[in-house]
């Protein structure tokens, strides 16, 4: 660690202008007037913009998926006419200083008509008031996975679990918050847009299209990013604001968001009510699963996700990686007066997930059951491959009863009975939860098609040999802290057999090769196999030289420990700088025809859902008398196929854990019921802390990829699918004890608190 | 965010300092800034004149006195912690610094700075009722002390006049043993709910009881009536719930978005317990 990183408020433009954004106090109004004479005539200020302003400009941030239904909508760069949200930008001030744009922004004057608001699910399904005029009767999409006939199942199962679990609204919270730098250079037309995107190529487009400017001439650079989580992976309406005020000022325009602003207005996520049924027969097999979902959607959808992206995209995988014949479901993507939901790590699986494993421990607990061998009995086995879900998803392979039996291993299952039954006689309820899943990773075309959220993505990269045989690889994957440069550069290193040190990554312009971004699980997988592909195309060029310098066939030409020779003796052969050196300057040794370019750009899209698996077990304690929740010890399985680097891996796997512990315990936004968010700092808003996250177990299982360069498969998001259901699984296992349980989240100690207040079996506990 | 404009003055002694705050309405000392800096930079705040006490070496001086402990406005809650004569004479108010923010807010804050913001979920306003501290305030008028029962008046909320200053809290030595209890939602929040409990043992006895509540109202709640039912008994379990049923009797108990009022007196009543067992070291 140096402390030597840059990232975009390190920045410094000489000439450089300070935004400042108004933000509407109100979920739903009317705007009768606004006064900014005071604020323009302000010292420092260059400018001062509303909505009226940039109309004209742009039109505002258009989101669309391509479904018969669904219903699009356009949130405006600044507010006119109406505000929609809290948060929602309103008027903009430049000034020469932060401070002076600051003060500023206290002296503009807006008139509100309050309209009436619809603050959450129940008022949206109500329709009486109307959140967004664009979205009739606030539905933006209805979706149906499947529509099986579950009644039967239903009516002859032995067991029925069911519940109706509402997740909480929460932040992705990147302790880095957004910013944006923009600069144009009239003299040659250049846009240049620094900004701490997850996507910059798909940015660099949006913002082509939504300011109607020469793609060819914006450039979007990327500098280190502090944390995304997918919050990054949209294009915000602040990204075009800079822009448009760039362009009209001719001066760089720098936007560094603050962290009221990060939870007013960055997209927020995992707003979620699911009404699930399992129907399980005397046997404990799963027979059938109904599920509603809806998603508290916000006022607008985001781009490029929409509010597809929670309760839609959820019901896919659903039924997860167990035999569940009959799947009946239904989800409502519904606008509210607040702000827009968006990707956050796990994206709509996480929710699903806590309800499909809670309602599997009850069923087990019904049926006396543990909570393996319930999973057990249900798992897709080896035997069953390929097994296709009733969504359409087709299990070719997976590890998920190994994964079982190794986490009861990690977990001592027996011994935690007894432990459990021990602390009980103290007063204290220890609880275990566990989850096993698959994950959609490395979401390309055909993920993304089978997730019905049709869009083509793919990535390039290129990889050129130098004269002097080291390696530069350009891709356009950007990082935020997932050392993604260091995973690239072993992809490159381990292809042409040289050291890590002979490989130079370049990333973070759009100069570089274009893709669609460092979202969704991709990165390992679009990064190994965009040069995994191009590698390959220029060791075909290596191959041909060598085998015409070494009269063999290209076939049996090997690259390795730095050397291009014959494969099986490396003496016959030269290093592979020699064979570069051969390559750019010495045409004599080239055979006829022979195209010397030592450089390759190739694209890379997988011909399938990359689907990795794993799962997640946690062992909580929760505090009687405090009504605390303490998460003691938590245990991860992880199967991502081949592991371009195990700590990169772990590391993945701790923070997402962490953060599941904030989703399920700590972290919530919470609106009063006028749409009024009341967390606006992180002293309300409660991020874990070291102090909250244990220790985390971690095992490793390997089903390489046969449909990615060297066998790679994402597990960005695993964590945040599957931790949330293990933990929330710990808590109601414990609640149980005492005939309690939770389904709304996080499960705070007020949770706690009132469903002890239910308890049917308080006797449980003996007296202290 | 960025401050609003403020003039910003840095005095060397107490009486530039209390001459620089009265007669401006406009004027707040700046201690720590562990508060009022954030509200600044929120813009909920937006004094015109800050008066730094930093410079005033009097302010932050710890004075092992004969008959008190008498603490500097401005002595960190760092340098408090850290102190022999705070853990020898005042050992309840080194365990409730553990509970006060995060080392970087308690390299910075400090006692008086705390006090005189009075936040009704504060630790250090629990402990100075609970051990009957003396507040000194200095104004243009001179020097008046007041007790912190009399102090703390409601939220952010406490007796000090206009243009005066807090210049320094005498703790009095106490002969109960103290013990602090509380729960916040993550080590260092702000409390859900704290106890201060302190009493005597003699002859097996409980004996001067004395019972402070915070983080459930405005101010410091002390609750006589609990102490009382513990006068002359033996510390039990069933004792503690005992006077734990009554001790927020009267009391109108907050509600905010992490606690509503039924669930934090449960949760006062159970620390009141775990606090009384702890002060009178019975083993549960």
Known sequence: MSGRAAYIADLAFPDVLHVSILRSPFAHARITAIDVSAARAHGGVVQVWTGADVLPRCGGVMARMELPGFVPTVQPILAHDIVRFVGEAVAVVVATSQAAAED??????VDYDELPVVADIASAVAAEVIANEAVP??????????????DNDFARAACVAQGRFSNNRVSATPMEPRGCIASHEWTSGQLTVWSATQMPSFLKTMLAIHLAFPEQRIEVITPQVGGGFGQKAHVHPEEILVCLLAIELGRPIRWIEDRRENLLSATHAKHQINEMAIAVDADGRFLAMRNRSSTDGGAYNSLPWTHLVESHVGASTLTGPYRIANFNDESLSLVTNKCPIGAYRGVGWSAGHIARETLIDRAGRELGLSPFEIRRRNLVDQSDYPFTTPTGLVIREGTFVQTLDRLEQMVDYRSFRERQT??????????LGLCVFNEVSGVGTRALSFLHTPVTTHDTATVRVEPTGKITVTTPLVAAGQGHLTTFAQVAADAFGVPLDDVTVLAGTTRNAHGFGTVASRGAVFGAGTIGRAAEAVKVKIRQLAAHLLQTGAERITLSEGRVHVTGSPEQGMPLADLAGAAYFADATHPPEFDPALEA????????????????????????ETCLVRVDQMFAVEDCGKMINPMIV???????????????????LVHDGEGQLVTTTLMDYLLPTSVDVPDVQIAHLETPSDLVPGGVKGMGESAMISAPAAIIGAVNDALALVGASVESFPASPQRIFDALQRASKVDAVPAL | MKFPDFSYARPATISEAIKLLSGNDDARPLAGGQSLLPMMALRMASPGLLVDLGLIEELAVIADGDATLRIGAMVTH??????????????????????VAHQAVRNRGTLGGSLANADGSAEMPVVA???????????PDGVRRIRADEFFQGHYTTAIGEGELLTCIDFPDSARSWAFEEVSRRPGDFALAMVAAGLQIANGKCLNASLVIGGVSDRPIRSESAAAVLDGRTLDRAVATEAAQIALDGVRVRSDIHADARFRTELAKNLVVRALLRAGGAND
């Not at chain 1, 750009?601 to 304690?621: C, S």
């Open chain 1, 650 to 668: 772990e590391g993945q796997i701790r923070g997402g854990i962490a953060q599941a512990i904030g989703m399920t315990l700590l972290e919530e």
């Open chain 1, 422 to 431: 021990a602390a009980l006689a103290k007063g204290k309820l220890l609880g």
């Open chain 2, 78 to 99: 760092d340098t408090t912690a850290r102190s022999e004569a705070v853990a020898r004479r005042t050992p309840l108010l080194r365990q409730a610094l553990h509970h």
């Open chain 2, 129 to 139: 009722v609970a051990l009957d501290a003396v507040m000194t305030l200095q104004g």
């Open chain 1, 137 to 150: 009767a606030n539905l933006v999409y209805r979706g149906h996975r499947c529509q099986d006939d579950v």
């Open chain 1, 601 to 624: 750009t190739a694209a890379f899209d997988p011909a399938d859902v990359v689907l990795a698996n794993g799962g997640h077990a946690a062992i909580v304690e929760i505090d009687l």
């Open chain 1, 104 to 109: 500023a922004l206290e002296l503009i004057d």
